[in-house]
């Protein structure tokens, strides 16, 4: 409940010692609606949009008492309560792929070698998803925002370059674009057709 993303709802609760005669709220410098919830408490909700600003969101809390007594400007809460709106969509950097195979530093593979992709997120994630070859893969969190996929290829999988694509949901719920490519180009080209002697001469 401390972090939002675009769509979601902030709520600002409040209670007052008296009973009031006129209230406004803004949140994120948006005039939120507002419902009385009897006993003096209230409630103020807004949704959050693509054009407001990230970071902690700001609020502001003004009334008139039953007396005529203004108070302006209330922007703090009372509990140390606050929230961070994130738009941003996760980021993966670096992204890499090698395989086991010895040929070529890994940039080729057979059938039944063991194909790797790590990468890193530049912050905390909720979830990863990934797909090598065709197939839903695990990925295994190493900690520290540190990931990896291991995949062994079969003779079944189709030759070419090794195919994958990474999707990863950060804490508040954005979800990152599709991950198709490594971030320093490497890549991984498997190879399952046998060398042929086309020319034999004794």
Same mark, same amino acid.
């Given at each position: 409940?401390?972090?939002?993303?675009?769509?979601?709802?902030?709520?600002?609760?409040?209670?007052?010692?008296?009973?009031?005669?006129?209230?406004?709220?803004?949140?994120?410098?948006?005039?939120?609606?507002?419902?009385?919830?009897?006993?003096?408490?209230?409630?103020?909700?807004?949704?959050?949009?693509?054009?407001?600003?990230?970071?902690?969101?700001? @609020?502001? &809390?003004?009334?008139? =008492?039953?007396?005529?007594?203004?108070?302006? %400007?209330? $922007?703090?809460?009372?509990?140390?309560? +606050?929230?961070?709106?994130?738009?941003?969509?996760?980021?993966?950097?670096?992204?890499?792929?090698?395989?086991?195979?010895?040929?070529?530093?890994?940039?080729?593979?057979?059938?039944?070698?063991?194909?790797?992709?790590?990468?890193?997120?530049?912050?905390?994630?909720?979830?990863? @998803?990934? &797909?090598?070859?065709? =197939?839903?893969?695990?990925?295994?969190?190493? %900690?520290? $925002?540190?990931?990896?996929?291991?995949? +062994?290829?079969?003779?079944?999988?189709?030759?070419?370059?090794?195919?994958?694509?990474?999707?990863?949901?950060?804490?508040?719920?954005?979800?990152?674009?599709?991950?198709?490519?490594?971030?320093?180009?490497?890549?991984?080209?498997?190879?399952?057709?046998?060398?042929?002697?086309?020319?034999?001469?004794?």
């Amino acid at each position: 409940t401390a972090l939002v993303k675009v769509g979601d709802t902030v709520t600002v609760s409040f209670t007052t010692s008296e009973i009031l005669i006129d209230t406004t709220v803004s949140i994120s410098g948006h005039s939120a609606n507002i419902a009385g919830l009897g006993s003096n408490q209230f409630k103020a909700v807004y949704a959050m949009a693509e054009g407001d600003p990230e970071g902690v969101i700001e @609020f502001e &809390i003004s009334f008139i =008492d039953v007396q005529g007594n203004p108070l302006t %400007g209330t $922007s703090a809460t009372t509990d140390a309560s +606050q929230v961070t709106f994130d738009k941003t969509k996760p980021t993966l950097d670096p992204v890499i792929i090698t395989s086991d195979n010895s040929c070529s530093s890994g940039a080729i593979a057979k059938a039944e070698n063991i194909v790797t992709i790590n990468f890193t997120s530049l912050e905390a994630l909720l979830s990863t @998803f990934a &797909i090598v070859m065709g =197939d839903t893969v695990l990925v295994t969190d190493l %900690g520290s $925002s540190q990931y990896k996929i291991d995949h +062994q290829l079969t003779d079944t999988d189709e030759e070419g370059n090794v195919s994958f694509l990474i999707r990863v949901t950060d804490l508040v719920g954005n979800i990152s674009e599709d991950i198709t490519t490594t971030t320093d180009v490497s890549n991984v080209e498997f190879d399952i057709t046998l060398p042929l002697l086309t020319n034999v001469h004794i």
